[in-house]
């Protein structure tokens, strides 16, 4: 018997990882926000639903990819949300970015209706979700997570489970701090090379293959020396993550300086309008550019 899957959440990655789904053979219902978005999954004959509470009929999973914890709240918790039209046994995959203290509230509320709710979001962007090589930090009931396995499975090379409800969520905010801050050195380490003169290529070679050298910096740098900004991941998420990051340090109680300061740095980039461009055009805040139109 084939198993149905609801994925609620359409977007850049959300996309990627339910036509990854579909072609390892699960069922999908899917419901989005913005209709435009379901009409490719339509046209193949799948299930568009008008809300998450009517995406969960007959699933034995769900996925979510939403943008933050308000989307989070109404796609789970709000009126016509997946949680309360759940039955009991299933279990939703929450692989989006969100606090921990949003994954605790929803796991809560999961489990007094006999519901399994896993945070995982997923590190890796466009060209991981659709080459099904996302890694899932996973937080939540261990059984839960093995249960689910072939859905991780279907959609990544790695699934690691973090321990209770929140950790997922958790890791997956320390994971886009170190990422929001390296972006943030990258990006002064190419305005000193320009000024220098260095050869572009040249530099990249080098510091790719020096300590500091990281997939990061490989695919970072040649947007910021090329002044290519399309985003694979969109600088006013990476700057709420960062935020949210933050938010953790304080319900931790300890000082985040240099998260504190990268968030800044992102925060402007995105009052200066550069929120929906690729992550990397930190750099043209940092550099004082405009974005070429």
């Given amino acids: 018997m084939t198993t149905t899957i609801a994925f609620l959440g359409l977007g850049a990655m959300g996309s990627r990882m339910a036509v990854n789904l579909q072609s390892a053979g699960f069922a999908l219902r899917v419901y989005n926000r913005d209709r435009a978005k379901v009409r490719p999954f339509a046209d193949k004959g799948v299930p568009v639903c008008d809300t998450p509470a009517a995406a969960m009929q007959g699933a034995s999973f769900a996925v979510s990819m939403v943008a933050d914890d308000v989307a989070t709240r109404a796609v789970m918790l709000g009126a016509g949300g997946a949680v309360a039209a759940a039955a009991a046994g299933a279990i939703i995959i929450d692989s989006s970015t969100n606090t921990p203290a949003m994954a605790r509230e929803v796991a ?26 996302l890694v899932f930090m996973v937080g939540g009931d261990a059984a839960a997570f093995e249960r689910a396995q072939p859905v991780f499975k279907a959609m990544g090379r790695m699934a690691k489970h973090m321990g209770a409800s929140g950790t997922g969520a958790t890791i997956k905010l320390i994971n886009n701090m170190l990422s929001g801050a390296a972006t943030a050195a990258i990006a002064e380490a190419v305005i000193a090379a320009e000024a220098a003169g260095l050869d572009r290529a040249a530099t990249l070679e080098v510091l790719g293959e020096g300590a500091a050298g990281s997939r990061l910096l490989k695919t970072r740098m040649p947007k910021m020396f090329s002044r290519d900004f399309a985003p694979s991941f969109q600088l006013q998420l990476m700057e709420k993550d960062l935020r949210y990051f933050l938010l953790l340090a304080q319900e931790l109680d300890r000082p985040m300086p240099v998260a504190s300061l990268v968030r800044s740095q992102f925060q402007a980039a995105r009052r200066g309008a550069l929120g929906a461009l690729d992550s990397s055009a930190l750099f043209l805040q940092a550099a004082g550019e405009k974005p070429r139109s």
């Fill in 108 to 133: 809560q509320a999961a489990a007094a209706r006999g519901v399994q709710y896993l945070d995982a979001p997923v590190s890796g962007s466009l060209a991981q979700a659709q080459g099904k090589e």
